[in-house]
């Protein structure tokens, strides 16, 4: 688990094919890896990774295909800055929200415009998952917990202070740019919980719609 609060930005140093999946090597940056063993998790980009190696400077890491197919890792080359992340413990503050490093889906920056210091951002998510996100709500882009300012539609914006541009990638963030998104963990378990007994049936085809919700007495008509 991550809370979201990027600890430093890295830089890929080596993405190297591997029996049909990619291991990759990260530059650290910053981040303090004399805690760090073999076999934890540090997030890259908001992605979970397992450090398999530790030369001193940096980690390598296995990426299977699931992590190339579902995520925009597959975008990264040597020389990409990428945001950083150690897993928590519990003494970590939890100044963002609780991330699982497990991505959702891949958004897209639809623009980016000035907003007195700070910068606006417009991004467009999968369609699938427009439903989890909410004004005021929490998100993740790139392993970075943000707060959701305004929706429309699968769209959302992000308004994004000095010091966190300052700190993680998206200073370097444009439109057409693909991002990692993870939403928030609880609205994904209330959904499942709202299935109650119908969890335990194939989902195929089917989920939480309006009309499953009228019937369970969750809307009024």
């Given at each position: 688990m991550f809370t979201g609060i990027i600890e430093s930005i890295g830089s890929i140093r080596s993405l190297t094919p591997k029996g049909g999946d990619v291991r990759v090597y990260v530059e650290t940056g910053k981040l303090d890896l004399s805690d760090v063993k073999l076999g934890d998790s540090i997030a890259v980009n908001g992605v979970c990774l397992t450090a398999v190696e530790l030369p001193g400077d940096g980690f390598w890491a296995d990426v299977?295909?699931?992590?190339?197919?579902?995520?925009?890792?597959?975008?990264?080359?040597?020389?990409?800055?990428?945001?950083?992340?150690?897993?928590?413990?519990?003494?970590?503050?939890?100044?963002?929200?609780?991330?699982?490093?497990?991505?959702?889906?891949?958004?897209?920056?639809?623009?980016?415009?000035?907003?007195?210091?700070?910068?606006?951002?417009?991004?467009?998510a999968p369609k699938e998952l427009a439903k989890y996100v909410a004004h005021k709500g929490s998100i993740t882009v790139d392993g970075t917990s943000l707060t959701v300012n305004a929706v429309d539609g699968a769209e959302f914006e992000l308004t994004i202070v000095p010091h966190t541009l300052a700190e993680t990638i998206m200073a370097d963030y444009r439109a057409g740019r693909r991002v990692n998104l993870e939403v928030d963990l609880l609205a994904r378990y209330l959904e499942r919980l709202l299935l109650g007994d119908k969890a335990a049936e194939s989902t195929k085809g089917s989920g939480i719609t309006e009309s499953f919700l009228a019937a369970n007495g969750y809307l009024k008509s």
């Amino acid at each position: 688990m991550f809370t979201g609060i990027i600890e430093s930005i890295g830089s890929i140093r080596s993405l190297t094919p591997k029996g049909g999946d990619v291991r990759v090597y990260v530059e650290t940056g910053k981040l303090d890896l004399s805690d760090v063993k073999l076999g934890d998790s540090i997030a890259v980009n908001g992605v979970c990774l397992t450090a398999v190696e530790l030369p001193g400077d940096g980690f390598w890491a296995d990426v299977s295909r699931e992590t190339l197919d579902c995520t925009a890792f597959s975008d990264l080359k040597s020389g990409s800055r990428v945001n950083l992340e150690k897993a928590l413990t519990p003494t970590t503050r939890l100044g963002g929200h609780l991330v699982s490093g497990h991505v959702d889906g891949v958004g897209e920056i639809i623009s980016r415009s000035d907003n007195a210091r700070a910068i606006q951002f417009r991004v467009r998510a999968p369609k699938e998952l427009a439903k989890y996100v909410a004004h005021k709500g929490s998100i993740t882009v790139d392993g970075t917990s943000l707060t959701v300012n305004a929706v429309d539609g699968a769209e959302f914006e992000l308004t994004i202070v000095p010091h966190t541009l300052a700190e993680t990638i998206m200073a370097d963030y444009r439109a057409g740019r693909r991002v990692n998104l993870e939403v928030d963990l609880l609205a994904r378990y209330l959904e499942r919980l709202l299935l109650g007994d119908k969890a335990a049936e194939s989902t195929k085809g089917s989920g939480i719609t309006e009309s499953f919700l009228a019937a369970n007495g969750y809307l009024k008509s």
